[in-house]
Structure formats: structure tokens, C-alpha cells
């Protein structure tokens, strides 16, 4: 499992972690019924504390998301997948409108929103096609 914290992003790396596992369930990265490492390996592989990490596997078994196996560590509850997805949904979704609301009051019409979201779609695209090569 590979994430990525970035300490002056304003979000708590609690709350970054929690995001990535809940989005690495939604995107099928880690699958119902699958082990996540453990919350020494997390801390080990991010460099952060493991009170932290620990926080934030409290948190996503509180939302339903991990489940504990005795005896072994956590692992990705049955219902993960669905809960993960409508999350994921609803976290972009409010940014999307927070992004239009700002396009909107600084004036941008239409059809230059839609040719702005198109050409970062495009760009990210391209990254994805870098990262591969």
C-alpha cells in the first residue's frame, strides 16, 4: 500500500491517511476481507508517528471501514467498498462545487469552466501516461 502525506497540505495526516485507505478501498486497491498492513508498518513507511496512524485506524473502524481479526490485525470490512465509494463521491463532489462556486464569482462563463476542467483532465491524463512510461 503506497500513500502520500504532505504535512503543510491544512489537512491532518490523521485525516490523509484515512482518506487514501478509504480511497484505495473505493478504487478496489485493497479489497473486503484483505489485511492492511500494520499501524508500525504504516508509520515506519510514511515516517510519522504511530499514534497517528493508530488514531486513524481507530477512526476508519468507527466508520465502518476496518474490520479487527483476532490475533492478526485489521482487515477491509464486507460493506467497505460501498461506503468508500459514496464518501469518495460526496468528498469530490463538495469540492467540484466549492471550485464552480469560485469560477462563478469571479466570472467565468460556462464554456470557459468547461474548457478549464477539460484541459486538467487532459493534464492529468498525461501524468498518468508519464508515471507509466
Known amino acids: ?4 502525506i504532505d504535512p503543510s497540505g491544512g489537512l491532518p495526516i490523521y485525516e490523509q491517511v484515512v482518506r487514501q485507505i478509504k480511497f484505495a478501498v473505493a478504487g478496489q486497491v485493497i479489497k473486503a476481507g484483505e489485511l492492511v498492513p500494520s ?46 465509494r459514496h464518501e469518495r463521491t460526496n468528498l469530490i463532489r463538495s469540492r467540484l462545487r ?8 469571479s466570472r467565468l462563463d460556462e464554456d470557459e469552466i468547461r474548457r478549464l476542467v477539460e484541459s ?12 507509466r512510461s
Do not use: Y
Request: hydrophobic content about 45%; proline content about 3%; glycine content about 8%.
Open 120 to 131: 486538467e483532465l487532459l493534464a492529468t491524463e498525461n501524468q498518468k501516461e508519464e508515471v
Open 39 to 84: 499501524v508500525r508498518e504504516v508509520a515506519r513507511q510514511l515516517t510519522i508517528n504511530p499514534n497517528t496512524v493508530a488514531r486513524a485506524f481507530r477512526q476508519l473502524q468507527a466508520d465502518g471501514v476496518l474490520d479487527p481479526v483476532r490475533g492478526t490485525g485489521l482487515q477491509v470490512a464486507g460493506g467497505a467498498l460501498e461506503l468508500c
Open 1 to 4: 500500500m503506497f500513500f502520500t
Open 98 to 105: 466549492e471550485v464552480l462556486t469560485e469560477a462563478r464569482q
